[in-house]
């Protein structure tokens, strides 16, 4: 029995025990306490450096044996966290691809039949969007469309991009060497392998070693530059113009120089011989000049006539800046009028305040204004107000003018006239005589071709205008971009694709300094909270550089879209990061004078458009990287209908349900005749073109490889297959033999991607005509004008591969299992055909590119009788 006093005695000596215990020592004292060599109670601040208001530091010293031993364990956790965290990616891609792999009906309906209660958003199974999916701010609160994103697939910043997303399969923008181009279905088709049969310069192409699709690389490259200042296009190789050839040319180092007095094939701006009595402009070989085409006066030099200023304005106003609305118009218009009040010879300084012509100037004129001299090569036409400056701001009124003079011509553009050489060349730089000289060469040539300044619309204001930006290439403001954009517009409406994509591609270099500099302020998320805060002048600035950038991200898409061996400039790496534009207007604290030549009524819809423009490039550029990329072959089987329909899924519905929250005046029915305003038109043929280009690698498998009841033969094994009479009237085959849903399925997935692409193709046949006015199905007639677009090369390269998928199918077995209403009939195929044509022989003579499509498409005519 244990006793209680006991209990309690020996519980007092343990207490007691425990009081007297020895205090633990300090493990580590502070550098003032181990001097002083005094007890640290290991504060941080201890006791005495707080007292004594001290900075409490303590000697790092290394950690002891067992800390040591508890950090490497720590990492070895590490390890295999990191091994497990590896390992279960790894199963969720095994995962996918299963899933990939399950029944194809459940995934094409999501294409075909969209519910209505299902479009409120992506369902758990489809593919997690990136940022850059996102639809412009005008329409971002109305799409229901859920929005994930991993800030750690982006870059902090643009150099943090330069230097870490060096890797391809991390690139966020549109990616290079893409399989996306027209001419690549020639190709990747096995049922188009004929179809460039009998075309020599094809032949001819295989038979050097190179792919078909080489072809307008090398054509493009074969053509040479535009000479601006003489005549024709070609190579500065020893043309007879410059006497003997550069270094790394292959002509004749022997040939003779050209008479003393030539201006030669490169031409050169007018100059003055300094002699009284010489006309400005006039050389001892000039001839008499009359008012061209090119915008040169009587002169030779630029016609800056104030009501000739103001119509060239309004044209650019009218055709290029609603579709690209880069620049202040506002501006650009006190621009114009300070311009003419300064080099208008029929603007006197009483006149100066109103923009429009002295009628007695004019009739002046048109009586033969008596020119003065003027003793610079670059002098005044007309008056003697002063010498022409070379600055960035004159050359982009230069660059207006002559947008505005190329634009205001209606019919078909004249060409450059090429050298007396056949350039029927096989496209790998040897021609067919072995020489450039031609009869060049000689000092009794008697080349009367007229200059490209005379009989190219704007190319008198482009001369002037690319002359001053040679001097400016160094520059990285907002103006150098907008001149570079400026320049690559002109010459792509000329189809010269590669010299219109290195201006574009000077420019994204000028905007990729410009985000670097203010990429906090340029961040979309950062927009969206702090962008209202700003002051004015800093809003229109940062909505200046947002302009420029969304601008060259379109244009350069639109190039390397259907030229994909062109490098990136790597500005569309940040298309998921930089904020939407809300517009350019006049900043406030302008001039009262400025605000009278304001726009009266903004078009604010136009820059709906232009973000709505802007969302569908991205989502483009995120259908080439994930269906036609390199990383994108090589990560999925291209040949299996199911994983190609998964990837496809996701951008379909996206357009889709961006189109269900259209605003009325924007809204369509697929039946409805194509748009009368270019605008609208751009739109919908982005629109039919992104549907068309996402279900593509679709269509190929179903026309190739998909058996169908009741031969069960491949299409395959049938590219040669072509019906003797329309092949609409063969549709009921497919009533008699028992499909499959999945094969229904692929069936209505196909003709979705056919009839885009037949929208695609005839979007803008009805450009310029009255909206009343009655439309004849598949009729380009309907169009009044000639085709004013950004890139017409991108355009009607595009049509070209449209119908090269239309001819395929409609040649291919598919084309028996469609259903009785599709519109791919023998007899719409003919009136595509015959319209695709008239369109391409209309840019044919600017481009040997859509020359050699015409070519092909002329052969695939033939070859299916594809004749009224």
Known sequence: VTCYACTALMTDSAAGQQVRRKQVRATQACNHCRTRKQKCNEARPCQFCRDNDLDCLYKEVPPPKQDLSMMQLQESVNDIGEVLKNLAGELASWRQSVETRLPLTQTLNQITNIAPKEKSGLQSGDITLPQSQMPPSALQALIPIKQESDPTQTPATPVDSWSENSGAEEMTGLQWDHTTPAHKLLEEWLSMAHFCRNVDYIEKLIEGGHDVSEYPVLLEQDRGLLRVWGVGEGQDINDGAQGPGSPDSGGDADASSPAPGREGLWGCPPADTSSPGTVPGETPSSHPR????????????????????????????????????????????????EFSEQYSPDINTKHAGSPAANPLANHQLSQGLKRKRSGSAYGE??????????????????????????????????????????????????????????????????????????????MGYFAYATDILGNQQGGNTVAHAQAMILAALYLGQFARVLESWSWINNACRVVLVLIKADYQKLNRDWCLENKASLPPKERYRLNLVMCVYW????????????????????????????????????????????????????????????????????????????????????????????????RATAHVRILEDWRQVLPPTLAWNDDDPPATDI????????????????????????????????????????????????????????????LSDDQRSIIGVAVKCINA?????????????????????????ARTRRLVVTNIFGTMHAQFGNML?????????????????????????ILLMDRTCKALGEIAPNSPVLEMNLKILRNVREQLDLYP
């Not at 291919?812 to 195929?829: A, M, V």
């Open 805 to 829: 998928v239309l001819a395929a199918v409609f040649t291919s077995p598919l084309s028996r299992y469609l259903p009785r209403d599709t519109q791919l009939t023998k007899q719409n195929l």
């Open 757 to 781: 692409a037949i929208q695609s193709t005839i979007a803008f046949d009805r450009i310029g005509a009255a909206p009343d006015s009655k439309y004849v199905k598949f009729d380009a007639n």
């Open 381 to 458: 036409p007309y008056s003697a107000k002063g010498l022409i400056e070379r600055s960035l701001r004159n050359a982009l009124i230069l660059l207006v003018l002559a947008l505005g003079k190329v634009c205001a011509h209606h019919d078909p553009l004249p060409s450059p006239q090429s050298d007396r050489m056949s350039h029927t060349n096989g496209g790998w730089g040897v021609h067919s005589n072995g020489s450039f000289n031609g009869s060049f060469n000689s000092d009794i040539s008697d080349d009367n071709r007229p200059r490209n300044v005379d009989v190219l619309p704007g």
């Open 290 to 337: 009359q008012e061209s085409d090119g915008g040169l006066g009587p002169d030779g030099r630029p016609d800056f006539r104030s009501h000739i200023l103001w119509e060239l304005y309004d044209s650019y106003i009218e055709n290029i800046h609603k579709l690209h609305p880069f620049m202040n118009a506002s501006k650009l218009r006190r621009m114009i009028k």
């Open 679 to 738: 605008n609208v038109a751009r739109l919908r043929a982005k629109y039919y073109g992104s549907i068309y280009v996402i279900l593509r690698p679709y269509l190929r498998i179903a026309n190739h490889f998909i058996d169908f009841p009741p031969t069960g033969a491949s299409t395959a094994r049938a590219s040669h297959f072509v019906p003797t009479s329309d092949s609409s009237s063969n549709r009921n085959v497919h009533l008699l033999v028992d």
């Open 551 to 646: 601008t060259c991200l379109q244009l350069e898409s639109d190039i390397l879209a259907e030229m994909s061996t062109l490098p990136p400039s790597r500005i569309s790496d940040f298309q998921s990061e930089i904020a939407y534009p809300d517009g350019v207007s006049i900043e406030s604290g302008t001039s009262v004078e400025e605000k009278m030549f304001a726009d009266p009524n903004p078009q604010e819809g136009s820059m709906l458009m232009y973000t709505s423009q802007i969302w569908l490039r991205v989502i483009l550029n995120e259908a080439h990287n994930m269906l036609y990329g390199r990383n994108a072959r090589r990560s999925f089987d291209t040949h299996t209908i199911k994983e190609v329909a998964h």
